[in-house]
Structure formats: structure tokens, C-alpha cells
T-cell receptor, first 113, second 114 residues
């Protein structure tokens, strides 16, 4: 069983759609992260959750809405996105907020038409 | 703020060639340093890490040494294989607000040909 899973792996949506990305970690970790990976840009940290509490919102537009119902699951709710939001969205987890090694999922490739 | 600079790619090598991917960083203090690898269509995988000066991280034939004096963490491999073709990311760990976050370089694409 892989450590961090993400679904769906690919998503195509229109600008008026509402969709959600899901991340699940099977490592017993307590901190989870959302990153955005765009072409030719460094990975951008979006959100950090520590023991289900959001501890970082890296100036992300409100059309991205995270949810962390428990320390194993993390969602990213999407609505009224723009074409420039097309990217690979990566989820990661760490054992705790004081642990520096992050484990990544395979990502969701999002295309906004 | 902290930052990581990697050599631009793509790096194209023949199989069994020697690989070096340069990485330098700017940071306050002495962060942990990482190399992550991303194979086509996949997420990032931790390749190796070093937590203090002069530490050498190694895995799968890859090595990198934490050089405080030159603020560098160059990735090396003595003999690359076609299966090493991927994008390699150098990163440092920054502690902010009581939690850790990774600062990544832009990534270097490696293409190895038979």
C-alpha cells in the first residue's frame, strides 16, 4: 500500500465547475501539505495542516478551499478556477510539524478549460 | 527569505557518464538539505538528505555533501543509467511558525541516452 495516495490522478474541468481533490496518507503522519507545480516554476507551497489545524495559507486565492477532516485525509475544493490554475497538485505529509522529511503523493494533473 | 538555486537543464548524458547537478542555497542558520526526484508522471520521491555540515547523503548510487563554506549541496553519480532520467529537485527545510516547510529549487531535468 503506497504511503500517500491522491485521487483523481487527472482532472479536466471548466471554469464554472466545482470539483475536489483528495489526498490520503497511510503513514500515521500528523502534518499534511498542498503544493502547486506549474510548468517552469518552482513548487509552490499552498497550505499546511498540522493535527487538522491549518497553519499556513500561502496567499492562495479563495477559489481554492482546503479541508482536513482528520490527520489522514486532506481535500482541496476547487471552484470557479482560471486556466492559469492548470497544474500538477501535490500532496505531502510529515510525521509531525517538527519533522523535516516530507513524503509526496503522485499528484493530480488538473486542466482548466 | 531562504532560497535554492539549481543549474538549469536539461542535462543530457550518455549511459555510464558522470553526473553533477549543482545546487546552492541561501539560508539563515543551518537547514536540512534534500534532493528529491520526480519520474515522468509521478510525484516527488526523497532521494537523499543531509542534516548538518559535512554530512554526506547517499542513495541508489547518488551522493551529495552538505558544504557550509560554499553553501552548496551538489548531486553526483558516478555512472548514470537510462532509468535515472527524471527531474531532480534540490530543497532546504525552513522552520516557520513552528512547523517545517520545504523551499525547492526550480528542478533540473536529466535525460540519459543509451
Amino acid at each position: 500500500e503506497t504511503g500517500v495516495t491522491q485521487t483523481p490522478r487527472h482532472l479536466v474541468m471548466g471554469m464554472t465547475n466545482k470539483k475536489s481533490l483528495k489526498c490520503e496518507q497511510h503513514l500515521g503522519h500528523n502534518a499534511m501539505y498542498w503544493y502547486k507545480q506549474s510548468a517552469k516554476k518552482p513548487l509552490e507551497l499552498m497550505f499546511v495542516y498540522n493535527f487538522k489545524e491549518q497553519t499556513e495559507n500561502n496567499s492562495v486565492p479563495s477559489r481554492f478551499s482546503p479541508e482536513c477532516p482528520n490527520s489522514s485525509h486532506l481535500f482541496l475544493h476547487l471552484h470557479t478556477l482560471q486556466p492559469e490554475d492548470s497544474a500538477l497538485y501535490l500532496c505531502a505529509s510529515t510525521r509531525g510539524p517538527d519533522t523535516d522529511t516530507q513524503y509526496f503523493g503522485p499528484g493530480t494533473r488538473l486542466t482548466v478549460l | 527569505g531562504d532560497s535554492v538555486t539549481q543549474m538549469e537543464g536539461p542535462v543530457t548524458l550518455s549511459e555510464e557518464a558522470f553526473l553533477t547537478i549543482n545546487c546552492t542555497y541561501t539560508a539563515t542558520g543551518y537547514p536540512s538539505l534534500f534532493w528529491y526526484v520526480q519520474y515522468p508522471g509521478e510525484g516527488l520521491q526523497l532521494l537523499l538528505k543531509a542534516t548538518k555540515a559535512d554530512d554526506k547523503g547517499s542513495n541508489k548510487g547518488f551522493e551529495a555533501t552538505y558544504r557550509k563554506e560554499t553553501t552548496s549541496f551538489h548531486l553526483e553519480k558516478g555512472s548514470v543509467q537510462v532509468s535515472d532520467s527524471a527531474v531532480y529537485f534540490c530543497a532546504l527545510n525552513e522552520v516557520s511558525g513552528g512547523y517545517n516547510k520545504l523551499i525547492f529549487g526550480a528542478g533540473t531535468r536529466l535525460a540519459v541516452h543509451p
